[in-house]
């Protein structure tokens, strides 16, 4: 028995709902402690001596702490007993597939989806100033990345990364990285995703087979897609936001 | 019975690594192989002349990257998941390469991870925005070379202060190394490209790290330097060229950078 799992986490942290939701999917118990980013709680000493990175989502599970959220899923998926296979199987070389994915996530998906909401939505609420050039450099890797989505890595029999019939670890976590563009304002998301049929389907699936935990995690952003939504119809209408006069309202 | 025939000669087929010697990762996984034995045939992909995007190969790795494995039926390309998969499929590798226990295993996959967007993104960024991109028949871009400047010499202090901390000399506080040491030295290496100074300038600061790389290398040879020769001779050619750019600069009465130490 290796003792209590503490999972230190924001909900608006993608790799944190992946965690969270691949938790409670799996009857995994632990306790959420909450790391608030925007306060950033991330940078007290307390948090540091969990994670002398500063960042989340990382556990604390008897004597090991871990960060990384690919590193913390995989030792879940094998820590844990009682979790089935598909999540991220031990066949060595559906493994390995499943690792490529995960591995290539980090500098194309992650990449570009994490900056360009960065640098068009997330930095400017917190005070950041708006970088086009970084969110126009960001959105060419987040096109890219979705075209290899849509086009390799959803290849297959099944509605899953890799053609699988059931969710891996992989699908958890990349489908929680496109969650974020929720935030986005709404003709930009859906000028970004809707020529990608396969990936919108296959987030929808994602979605169904980790219900209602998939959406319990995502509440928060959920909330934060309305607040924005909110701001910009305000904008919109006293017409003061001058670098973005469509003169349309934001569906709410 | 057929099947079970097809199988037997598709383990026959030998492992094919499909490599440049001048990327990183594509080091990492040949000298991986050679240290433990691997019966595998190397192929060459030459990067500097854009055969990584032939047909034949992009067969091989629709991503159309270096390194990439054919093992049998099955194909595999990012270096971390051939690196594991090697490890656990092939017997006879010691448990040090990626350790079965749990706890450790998730160590060394945080190191991997942390790898791509920083010591990777750092490194290669920096030397290919300072010395390859010419090469490359690609443009300097100098701001691209400041922003990987900084995120390469913060890698560099975090593997120094967090990663090579404990009491083995290795990676996590290990006494042997593990496939997460093989990829970020490899890594670490394409800095020779640098010219002396720049290369002193930013590895100087960071004495533990520059004792393991030394230790990896020590626990890898002769193949790490065998591998690492393609290397070598380019940073002795682009050393040769800025001692004789030195050289016309001090004829010509303009004060240039220091010759390069041979």
């Known amino acids: 028995m290796m003792g209590k799992l503490n999972a230190y986490v924001d909900r608006m942290s993608q790799p944190c709902r992946a965690i969270l939701i691949f938790c409670r999917l799996n009857g995994i118990d632990f306790e959420e402690i909450k790391v608030d980013i925007a306060k950033s709680h991330h940078l007290s000493p307390e948090f540091t001596e969990v994670n002398p990175l500063q960042k989340v989502p990382a556990i604390l599970h008897g004597n090991l702490n871990l960060f990384e959220s690919h590193a913390i899923l995989a030792y879940l998926s094998s820590a844990f007993p009682g979790i089935a296979d598909h999540w991220y199987p031990t066949d060595v070389i559906r493994r390995a597939k499943i690792n490529s994915i995960l591995d290539w996530h980090h500098s194309n998906l992650r990449y570009g989806a994490e900056i360009y909401v960065t640098n068009t939505v997330l930095g400017p609420a917190i005070g950041r100033p708006r970088n086009p050039k970084a969110a126009a450099e960001a959105e060419k890797v987040l096109l890219s990345s979705l075209s290899k989505l849509e086009n390799i890595w959803l290849n297959g029999d099944g509605r899953f990364l890799l053609g699988s019939f059931q969710p891996s670890i992989a699908d958890l976590s990349l489908v929680c990285e496109l969650t974020q563009l929720e935030v986005l304002d709404e003709m930009d998301r859906g000028r970004i995703l809707s020529p990608y049929k396969k990936v919108l389907g296959w987030i929808e699936d994602t979605r169904t087979a980790t219900n209602p935990y998939f959406e319990e995690m995502h509440n928060i952003l959920y909330r934060a897609k309305k607040k924005f939504q909110q701001q910009r119809s305000r904008i919109a209408e006293s017409g003061t936001e001058t670098t973005n006069n469509r003169g349309r309202h934001s569906k709410m | ?262």
């Not at chain 2, 433990?36 to 629709?62: C, V, Y």
């Not at chain 2, 010499?153 to 975090?158: D, E, Y």
């Not at chain 2, 090579?164 to 506080?173: A, H, I, S």
């Open chain 2, 1 to 262: 019975m057929i099947d079970r025939r097809e199988e037997k000669e598709e383990r026959k087929m030998k492992l094919k690594v499909y490599a440049d010697r001048m990327s990183q990762p594509s080091r990492a996984i040949l000298i991986f192989c050679k240290v433990n034995g691997i019966d595998f045939e190397e192929i060459h992909i030459e990067l500097s002349k854009r055969q990584q995007l032939s047909p034949e190969f992009q067969a091989i790795n629709p991503f159309k990257k270096v390194p990439a494995i054919v093992d049998g039926r099955f194909n595999l390309f990012e270096s971390h998941a051939i690196l594991i998969y090697i490890a656990s499929a092939f017997p006879g590798v010691a448990d040090h390469w990626y350790p079965a226990d749990v706890s450790r295993k998730a160590k060394i996959h945080a190191v991997l991870d942390w790898h791509h967007l920083n010591l990777r993104r750092g490194a290669a960024g920096f030397v290919l925005n300072t010395v390859l991109a010419p090469l490359l028949g690609l443009p300097l871009n100098k701001e691209a070379a400041a922003e990987a400047e900084k995120v390469l010499t913060s890698s560099l202090s975090t593997i120094e202060n967090i990663w090579l901390k404990g009491d083995g000399q290795y990676l996590l506080g290990g006494f042997r190394p593990s496939i997460a040491d093989l990829s970020l030295v490899c890594e670490i290496m394409q800095l020779q490209l640098l010219d002396e100074k720049e290369h002193d300038r930013i590895l100087d600061p960071h004495k533990k790290v520059q004792t393991w790389i030394a230790s990896t290398r020590n626990a890898t040879k002769p193949h790490f330097d065998e591998v690492h020769n393609v290397l070598y001779k380019l940073k002795l050619r682009l050393s040769l060229k800025q001692s004789s750019q030195a050289d016309g600069e001090r004829k010509s009465g303009i004060k240039g950078p220091i010759i390069s130490k041979m």
